[in-house]
């Protein structure tokens, strides 16, 4: 078993920048892929973006490449999701997920990932 805890979410203006943490409990951290996701109520999944187990390659939503960064501290079994330029449409509770699978479609599908947080509440205003 893995337990994942989101933290840093808020409110913050349009233009801001926030910086969300997912600490992982319970089985090795380093064995896991590690996604973002995120949903707003009434609709889907998004997915977000995702990072390799080492940390050394990443993936994202085309709606976040270049704005979002997710970075990997093994050490203090924590993944971070680095928002900037946030804009009201990144409004949405945030999932981290932990994964055992490697095929980049699968990921960004959603699919293999195990263990999910609670979300935590992310709202850009205009």
């Known amino acids: 078993q893995v337990q994942l805890v989101e933290s840093g979410g808020g409110l913050v203006q349009a233009g801001g920048s926030l910086r969300l943490s997912c600490a992982a409990s319970?089985?090795?951290?380093?064995?896991?892929?590690m996604g973002w996701f995120r949903q707003v109520p009434g609709k889907e999944r998004e997915f977000v973006g995702f990072?390799?187990?080492?940390?050394?390659?990443?993936n994202y939503a085309d709606s976040v490449k270049g704005r979002f960064t997710i970075s990997r501290d093994n050490a203090n079994n924590t993944v971070y999701l680095q928002m900037n330029s946030l804009k009201p449409e990144d409004t949405a509770v945030y999932y981290c997920?932990?994964?055992?699978?490697?095929?980049?479609?699968?990921?960004?599908?959603?699919?293999?990932?195990?263990?999910w947080g609670q979300g935590t509440q992310v709202t850009v205003s205009s």
């Open positions: 997920a932990a994964s055992n699978e490697w095929r980049a479609s699968r990921l960004r599908a959603g699919y293999g990932y195990d263990y």
């Open positions: 319970g089985r090795t951290f380093s064995n896991y892929t």
């Open positions: 990072i390799s187990m080492s940390g050394g390659t990443t």
